[in-house]
């Protein structure tokens, strides 16, 4: 028999699983003060992947003591982000990253386009934000309707007044609304740009609007790992940006986040909150994602350093400057969790200590041994800061096999105060509401 190519080996090698094995636990990386242990880098990093599989029949997630869930809606083509309608309606992106030519050149990029299929993620996209209704109150959206067709990987929503805005993969677009609204024929007016291109790294712009409605919060992640596309390509990019809804104006707020993604204003502080994913390819251990208060004309890091002013020394040349600039995270949510959702609970469904904090999806790691996230989990807070352990809410969405029969994304807390889950793998959205 011919002996295989190397690289048909490497790519065999990094399917069935590479790289070293972490020696902390999770939880260790949790918390306003993680463990940062020092970077370990080999041969080839680490790679994990959970084949995605689906929920086999009759299976749902398993629910905290004292909850219980229900698929809200099911049958949906990789539902990723979350938006509720002051009415009570639902919005789901139904979405995946656009054509990126650019993106994952040679041979590494072609065996991370092989990992993201096995993981779930090499779908087409559907490109369309679905209306999800349930006017019985039973939990089950009865009814089901296309909002939105015609766009470009649509992720972050945000209404103002009878203004529909949806951050595309390139640009904010807007669509004026009326409550009650099932679908929108109106064609999208562009609002502003948005950092997109052949490469697209970190497709996913998610968006928030301010309390007044005068401007809108986009987050773009960077255009690679560690800048190693130059950072010429990382322009307005790890970095959230604000935009006048009235001229298209964009500043760039806050830097150095590397995929800043759930946005949410906590009730207490009103302050911004932002969950972010960090970087890869220094072991299992290394860099916990986190969620962070964001300051205006703030700096947290990336690519230079990480968890403040840990340095990163891949990036070159060096930048002591900025490093010295970096702010330290508030609370990590654990390494390669890959914490994208991001909502404060403001509901009256929840029992009273819920109010306030801050409801996490990890969409679950690739790149972490064992694997991590894959689950919701609840972070207490008090005078509007983290004050007290994660807490699992919603898991399960990994099988006894290591199989993904689900991976969660987007959540968001409905009109009548259950928490909901976008499950782009088990194409489902999940609702949590107290037992009975």
């Given at each position: 028999?011919?002996?295989?190519?190397?690289?048909v080996?490497?790519?065999?090698?990094?399917?069935?699983?590479?790289?070293?094995?972490?020696?902390?636990?999770?939880?260790?990386?949790?918390?306003?003060?993680?463990?940062?242990?020092?970077?370990?880098?080999?041969?080839?990093?680490?790679v994990?992947?959970?084949p995605?599989?689906?929920?086999?029949?009759?299976?749902?997630?398993?629910?905290?003591?004292?909850?219980?869930?229900?698929?809200?809606?099911?049958?949906?083509?990789?539902?990723?982000?979350?938006?509720?309608?002051?009415?009570?309606?639902?919005?789901?992106?139904?979405?995946?990253?656009?054509?990126?030519?650019?993106?994952?050149?040679?041979?590494?990029?072609?065996?991370?386009?092989?990992?993201?299929?096995?993981?779930?993620?090499?779908?087409?996209?559907?490109?369309?934000?679905?209306?999800?209704?349930?006017?019985d109150?039973?939990?089950?959206?009865e009814?089901?309707?296309?909002?939105?067709?015609?766009?470009?990987?649509?992720?972050?929503?945000?209404?103002?007044g009878?203004?529909?805005?949806?951050?595309?993969?390139?640009?904010?677009?807007?669509?004026?609304?009326?409550?009650?609204?099932?679908?929108?024929?109106?064609?999208?007016?562009?609002?502003?740009?948005l950092?997109?291109?052949?490469?697209n790294?970190?497709?996913?712009?998610?968006?928030?609007?301010?309390?007044?409605?005068?401007?809108?919060?986009?987050?773009?992640?960077?255009?690679?790992?560690?800048?190693?596309?130059?950072?010429?390509?990382?322009r307005?990019?790890?970095?959230?940006?604000?935009?006048?809804?009235?001229?298209?104006?964009?500043?760039?707020?806050?830097?150095?986040?590397?995929?800043?993604?759930?946005?949410?204003?906590?009730?207490?502080?009103?302050?911004?909150w932002?969950?972010?994913?960090?970087?890869?390819?220094l072991?299992?251990?290394?860099?916990?994602?986190?969620?962070?208060?964001?300051?205006?004309?703030?700096?947290?890091?990336?690519?230079?350093s990480?968890?403040?002013q840990?340095?990163?020394?891949?990036?070159?040349?060096?930048?002591?400057?900025?490093?010295?600039?970096?702010?330290?995270?508030d609370?990590?949510?654990?390494?390669?969790?890959?914490?994208?959702?991001?909502?404060f609970?403001?509901?009256?469904?929840?029992?009273?200590?819920?109010?306030?904090?801050?409801?996490?999806?990890q969409?679950?790691?690739?790149?972490?041994?064992?694997?991590?996230?894959?689950?919701?989990?609840?972070?207490?807070?008090a005078?509007?800061?983290?004050e007290?352990?994660?807490?699992?809410?919603l898991?399960?969405?990994?099988?006894?096999?290591?199989?993904?029969?689900?991976?969660p994304?987007?959540?968001?807390?409905?009109?009548?105060?259950?928490?909901?889950?976008?499950?782009?793998?088990?194409n489902?959205?999940?609702?949590?509401?107290?037992?009975?």
């Amino acid at each position: 028999m011919k002996p295989l190519h190397p690289l048909v080996w490497l790519a065999l090698l990094c399917l069935a699983g590479c790289g070293e094995s972490a020696r902390l636990a999770v939880r260790d990386g949790i918390g306003p003060d993680p463990q940062l242990p020092a970077p370990r880098q080999g041969l080839l990093p680490t790679v994990n992947i959970a084949p995605a599989r689906g929920w086999p029949a009759g299976a749902i997630p398993a629910a905290a003591p004292g909850f219980a869930v229900n698929a809200y809606a099911s049958g949906l083509a990789h539902p990723r982000w979350l938006y509720v309608l002051p009415n009570g309606d639902v919005l789901v992106a139904e979405t995946n990253a656009p054509a990126r030519p650019a993106d994952g050149w040679g041979i590494k990029g072609f065996f991370m386009r092989l990992l993201m299929r096995k993981a779930g993620a090499g779908a087409p996209s559907a490109d369309r934000i679905t209306l999800l209704r349930d006017a019985d109150g039973d939990g089950i959206a009865e009814t089901r309707s296309v909002f939105l067709a015609g766009l470009h990987s649509p992720f972050g929503m945000a209404l103002v007044g009878d203004s529909f805005y949806v951050a595309n993969a390139d640009a904010v677009v807007r669509v004026p609304y009326r409550t009650g609204d099932t679908a929108i024929t109106a064609t999208p007016v562009k609002v502003a740009g948005l950092p997109g291109g052949p490469i697209n790294h970190h497709w996913t712009k998610s968006l928030v609007a301010s309390r007044d409605g005068s401007r809108l919060y986009a987050g773009i992640g960077s255009n690679s790992n560690i800048g190693e596309n130059g950072m010429d390509a990382e322009r307005d990019r790890a970095a959230i940006l604000e935009i006048d809804p009235a001229t298209g104006a964009t500043r760039v707020f806050a830097s150095g986040l590397r995929n800043p993604v759930g946005m949410d204003w906590q009730p207490d502080s009103g302050a911004l909150w932002v969950s972010v994913n960090e970087r890869d390819e220094l072991g299992s251990d290394l860099v916990p994602d986190y969620m962070t208060s964001v300051r205006e004309g703030g700096f947290y890091g990336w690519p230079y350093s990480y968890y403040g002013q840990h340095v990163d020394a891949r990036p070159q040349p060096p930048r002591p400057d900025l490093v010295a600039r970096a702010i330290k995270p508030d609370y990590a949510l654990g390494p390669h969790t890959a914490s994208l959702g991001l909502a404060f609970y403001d509901g009256a469904l929840f029992p009273a200590r819920y109010r306030g904090g801050a409801i996490v999806g990890q969409h679950g790691s690739w790149n972490r041994r064992p694997a991590s996230g894959y689950k919701v989990v609840f972070v207490p807070f008090a005078s509007g800061m983290p004050e007290g352990a994660a807490e699992d809410l919603l898991t399960g969405f990994l099988d006894a096999q290591g199989n993904a029969r689900g991976r969660p994304v987007g959540v968001a807390v409905d009109t009548r105060g259950a928490l909901l889950v976008a499950d782009d793998v088990g194409n489902a959205v999940w609702r949590l509401v107290p037992a009975r």
